[in-house]
């Protein structure tokens, strides 16, 4: 069964710190990897999308980690702001063949809250 | 250019009403997905249209459940006899075309059944 599973389930720090977000699949063949934003009541929002050739992927203070033998990502961010608060999605695209064959599996998302 | 346009941004229904939700993609995208977020939960694919052709619907309840995406017009998703378990988020997301790695997401529709 493809499933993503995603650590940790909420996270508090404090703004200008560091925090590193996991994301753990089994969804197999891999097409890709993305990491999404949402804001409590907003449509998500890409971050970035990870092929499996990419291991690093940098958007702004954002840098994403694929590896894909041992089927684990990570967001990192840097320099926390207030506005970072929101719930992080790793997703997980299935490779199949033909129409109709282009799944996601959605995490449940890891809770981030920033305070001053 | 506009985003994903969803409407309505909330719904409120009464057991056994029918809830209709519009998804308009973004310009040039012909490929639509649907998909529903319970509170603490990821989101569940439904249903992936191109224009006027369900391609996949095997996320979506068999009964009650149907949506469509004309060749004119939004795409809609629509319940009906709804009930309370139907209580979600659902958000449309578009694509130019399929497997093009990027998905680009509506904010919403809030349905809540009393």
């Known amino acids: 069964k493809n499933q993503v599973e995603q650590s940790p389930q909420s996270l508090i720090i404090l703004e200008g710190k560091n925090c590193t977000l996991q994301?753990?699949?089994?969804?197999?063949?891999?097409?890709?990897l993305r990491w999404y934003k949402q804001d409590t009541g907003r449509g998500p929002v890409s971050l970035t999308i990870m092929t499996f050739s990419e291991n690093t992927k940098s958007n702004g203070r954002y840098t994403a980690t694929l590896d894909a033998d041992t089927k684990q990502s990570s967001l990192h961010i840097t320099a926390s702001q207030l506005s970072d608060s929101a719930s992080y999605i790793c997703v997980v695209t299935q490779h199949g063949s033909g129409a109709g064959s282009y799944q996601l599996t959605f995490g449940k998302g890891t809770k981030l809250s920033v305070i001053p | 250019n506009a985003g994903v346009m969803q409407n309505p941004r909330h719904l409120v229904r009464r057991r056994g009403q029918e809830a209709r939700l519009r998804c308009s993609p973004m310009k040039g995208h012909s490929h639509v997905y649907w998909y529903r977020q319970l509170p603490e939960e990821g989101l569940k694919f439904m249903v992936y249209l191109q224009k006027e052709n369900i391609i996949d619907e095997s996320g979506m309840p068999k009964e009650r459940f149907s949506a469509e995406f004309p060749k004119e017009g939004p795409s809609i998703l629509r319940i009906q006899q709804v009930v309370r378990g139907d209580s979600a988020a659902y958000f449309c997301?578009?694509?130019?075309?399929?497997?093009?790695?990027?998905?680009?997401f509506g904010e919403g529709s809030r349905l809540t059944v009393l």
């Open positions: 994301c753990n699949y089994t969804v197999s063949p891999f097409s890709n």
């Open positions: 997301a578009s694509s130019p075309s399929q497997g093009s790695g990027e998905l680009f």
